[in-house]
């Protein structure tokens, strides 16, 4: 069976100003979340496509996530190119108005079908008629045809869809609000990557049985991560004394092996956040261990550093 349904902010007070940014954040996302479901409902209208049934191994609802993203982007957008900060109470406003979209898309779907009882031609009720698709959801089969209806078990899968819209919502505005933010001026704060430190030796093999081959190199490996922790102690004396010319050079002497630290099993990443208004930020270092899907970052250290020193790097 292919898993495709056949059914169709801070918690302090706000101040005016406040306000009105949060609406600025709030009416975008809501105007993302209009055309969006405008979108899905001229879709299913015209194809036999439903996107919100999309399922990932019939339990995550995939396609639901998608449209929450895409409904929700308004509010990321808004709040990135404004400066606008995603807040705790903001977070719980935009969760409601995603539940309630979708709930109002129902609605509009249901109101436009004029459903009436075929046995005294009374209208049919938005609760009656949300039951009746819930407990018709059912699997198509592989050729195409209908599936049985799930009854009362329909009602799980509508809530995954539900859960799924509603937490895609939130994923990019909970991406901006772990996002470095300046509060003096108000915007997001940038984020520069300097250059990577070795902090171990290329991966090789030694056998199991050899013991003296495995200690050797297990003592190559933490003596490149001493030599690695070193270099990055070095560099935040530099960067909390605002030594930009010892700071630059040992950047560019990075550089120059910078491919081959990438392939190294483990390395620190040297990033500098900054404000891009006062230049105000840090100097955030991270632990990379593994590469591709294996890859795991940690924080490592960060350092505060004067704007002047900010600014000098940026420039």
């Known amino acids: 069976m292919n898993p495709t349904p056949e059914t169709n902010p801070s918690s302090a007070p706000f101040g005016?100003?406040?306000?009105?940014?949060?609406?600025?954040?709030?009416?975008?996302?809501?105007?993302?979340?209009?055309?969006?479901?405008?979108?899905?409902?001229?879709?299913?209208?015209?194809?036999?496509?439903?996107?919100?049934?999309?399922?990932?191994?019939?339990?995550?609802?995939?396609?639901?996530i998608l449209v929450g993203v895409a409904a929700s982007s308004g509010y990321g957008l808004a709040s990135w190119f404004s400066g606008i900060k995603i807040t705790r109470s903001l977070l719980w406003l935009v969760l409601v108005l995603q539940l309630a979209a979708y709930f109002a898309a129902?609605?509009?779907?249901?109101?436009?079908?004029?459903?009436?009882?075929l046995r005294d031609g009374t209208p049919v009720g938005f609760i009656e008629y949300f039951d009746a698709t819930a407990r018709a959801f059912a699997w198509k089969q592989n050729d195409g045809s209908p599936g049985n209806p799930m009854g009362a078990w329909g009602y799980a899968f509508r809530g995954l869809e539900i859960l799924g819209f509603a937490a895609g919502g939130l994923i990019v505005p909970l991406v901006l609000r772990k996002k470095p933010y300046c509060q003096a001026c108000q915007r997001y704060m940038r984020t520069r990557q300097l250059g990577l430190v070795p902090a171990s030796v290329p991966v090789k093999k030694v056998k199991k049985s050899d013991a003296a081959g495995l200690a050797a190199y297990e003592a190559e490996q933490q003596q490149a991560f001493d030599r690695g922790k070193q270099t990055v102690e070095t560099l935040q004396q530099h960067a909390a004394g605002a030594k930009t010319t010892d700071f630059q050079k040992i950047l560019a002497e990075l550089e120059t092996g910078k491919k081959q630290t990438a392939k190294l099993p483990r390395r620190f990443n040297l990033q500098l956040v900054h404000c891009n208004r006062c230049y105000a930020g840090q100097f955030v270092v991270k632990q990379l261990v593994g590469q591709g899907k294996q890859l795991k970052q940690t924080d490592f250290s960060s350092t505060e550093l004067h704007s002047e020193f900010a600014r000098s790097i940026c420039q």
């Open 106 to 117: 129902q609605y509009i779907e249901f109101n436009s079908r004029h459903l009436v009882h």
């Open 16 to 64: 005016p100003q406040e306000e009105r940014s949060h609406s600025l954040v709030l009416i975008s996302g809501l105007v993302t979340t209009v055309l969006t479901l405008l979108g899905i409902y001229v879709l299913d209208a015209r194809t036999d496509f439903h996107i919100m049934g999309l399922y990932a191994n019939y339990i995550l609802p995939v396609g639901a």
